[in-house]
């Protein structure tokens, strides 16, 4: 059978244009589309964010054969008492991953506070990627490969982790793609987590305060300047399915 890709974005009037609600990427089979975009639309006007003022369901056919399968990212999680303790976690995550530049890198995440998408930085110069910098970089096009789970209850729960474990593993597995490094724009959501190399999935129990909506992410480019374009086609064009690993 066919496959789709269901992508809903959710958005507010703000003072400066519309801002950013919430968002999610499913890709599931025909029988599956309606009620899988229901769902969406249903987490799209429950959303901690607030109520949208537009919601977008796009509903797109993949060619099968272009879908690439992954196995997701080990995942460890770091527990953390304080915001600042999980920063410097963080940092030293990075570095023991061999990102030399980890604090200088940490230390641009507000800059991501107000983008839709991620931060694409050079490891070695620190150079910005992205470009149309006010957006970033968004990763698309990915979900689970679900076996006979309700595609339709998945989608309507909205796992932050779940989602986050597609996402880095796709990103992850770029080969100019070093690490990630996350916080959640959720304010009520304060576990983040650092991906790169040997550390897989690394969550931190806190990157910041609860009740802040600052959150934001950075993708950690190494890689020759003339493959980054090849390198953003893919984070947002090719379609991935990560098969989850068992316990
Ligand atoms: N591609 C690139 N950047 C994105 C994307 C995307 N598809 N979606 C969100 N972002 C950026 C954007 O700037 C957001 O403000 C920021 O990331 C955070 O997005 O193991 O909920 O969807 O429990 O709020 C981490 C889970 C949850 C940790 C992350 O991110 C765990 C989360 P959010
Ligand atoms: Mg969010």
Redesign the pocket.
Known sequence: MALYNLRMRASKNGEAGPEHVS?AEKIVSESDVKAVAAALVERAMQHPRGKPDEVNVRVQRLDESTVLRLKALKVTTVEVETAEAGLKRAQELLESAGIANAKKILALLPL?FK????MLLDVHDLERLEPDKAR?????CMDYARGNASAAKSAGSNS??KE?LV?ATKVLSHKNICGEI?????PD?V???VTAGALGYT?ITKLKELGSPN???IFLYSGPKSEVAECIRYLQETPVLVEENDG
């Open positions: 968002g991501t983008m839709r998408g991620a970033g970089v968004r990763a698309t932050h982790f986050a996402l996350c916080v959640s724009d959720d959501y576990t983040g987590y969550r959150g934001g992410r």
